[in-house]
Nanobody, 125 residues
Framework: QVQLVESGGGLVQAGGSLRLSCLAS????????AGWFRQAPGKEREFVAA????????YYADSVKGRFAISRDNGKNTVYLQMNSLKPEDTAVYYC??????????????????WGQGTQVTVSS
């Protein structure tokens, strides 16, 4: 079992930056892949970014490519999402996710077994 706790959300003006953190606890020693998803009011949850276990290869949604960066610090069991040049359309609840299945399609929600409670990001225009 893996527990995930996000932090770092808040209110920021358009063009600003935020860094989200996701602290993992529990059975993380075998290696996990991690991702960030978001859900805006009235919309479905969508993929934002992911980082694959072992190789640390990263993936991004087209809407955030070049503005967001996912990274991990294995020593701290923490995954980060650095968000720059934020836009009002980035406003959403952001969720951290983790999984350990080999070959999982980590750009979809089905690739993950564990989810955090979410953190609100609001970008004002």
């Amino acid at each position: 079992q893996v527990q995930l706790v996000e932090s770092g959300g808040g209110l920021v003006q358009a063009g600003g930056s935020l860094r989200l953190s996701c602290l993992a606890s529990g059975r993380t020693s075998s290696g996990i892949h991690a991702g960030w998803f978001r859900q805006a009011p009235g919309k479905e949850r969508e993929f934002v970014a992911a980082i694959r276990r072992s190789t640390d290869i990263t993936y991004y949604a087209d809407s955030v490519k070049g503005r967001f960066a996912i990274s991990r610090d294995n020593g701290k069991n923490t995954v980060y999402l650095q968000m720059n040049s934020l836009k009002p359309e980035d406003t959403a609840v952001y969720y951290c996710a983790a999984g350990a299945k080999l070959g999982a399609l980590i750009t979809t929600a089905q690739g993950y077994d564990y989810w955090g409670q979410g953190t609100q990001v609001t970008v004002s225009s």
